[in-house]
Nanobody, 122 residues
Framework: QVQLVESGGGLVQAGASLRLSCVAS????????MGWFRQAPGKEREFVAA??????YYADSVKARFTISRDNNKNTVYLQMNSLKPEDTAVYYC?????????????????WGQGTQVTVSS
């Protein structure tokens, strides 16, 4: 069965960096786009970044600070987060993208991990 397991979250101060990892299993990893979303308390889950083939996509709020990448040999997708801000505080989820759908919509993804908490203090 498809499984996505995130790790790497934690509590950091503003300006710090974190790297999230998402290990995938149960499907042909290099055949699917992957995405990262986040959900802050009381807010809807929102798009953060996606990778499909050699193309990457970012929400405006994280562009130039976050970098998404993947290692197909390790079935892992990463999210490098630099210059973290308190407003980046959220649970971060990775998800498997379905082919042919827009990368920014939740409905474009069919499997989700359990999430990893990122807390940025000011």
């Amino acid at each position: 069965q498809v499984q996505l397991v995130e790790s790497g979250g934690g509590l950091v101060q503003a300006g710090a960096s974190l790297r999230l990892s998402c290990v995938a299993s149960g499907f042909t990893f290099n055949g699917n786009g992957m995405g990262w979303f986040r959900q802050a308390p009381g807010k809807e889950r929102e798009f953060v970044a996606a990778i499909s083939g050699l193309s990457t996509y970012y929400a405006d709020s994280v562009k130039a600070r976050f970098t998404i990448s993947r290692d197909n040999n390790k079935n892992t997708v990463y999210l490098q987060m630099n210059s973290l801000k308190p407003e980046d505080t959220a649970v971060y989820y990775c998800a498997r993208k379905q082919a042919g759908n827009s990368y920014i919509y939740l409905r474009s993804y069919d499997y989700w991990g359990q999430g990893t908490q990122v807390t940025v203090s000011s």
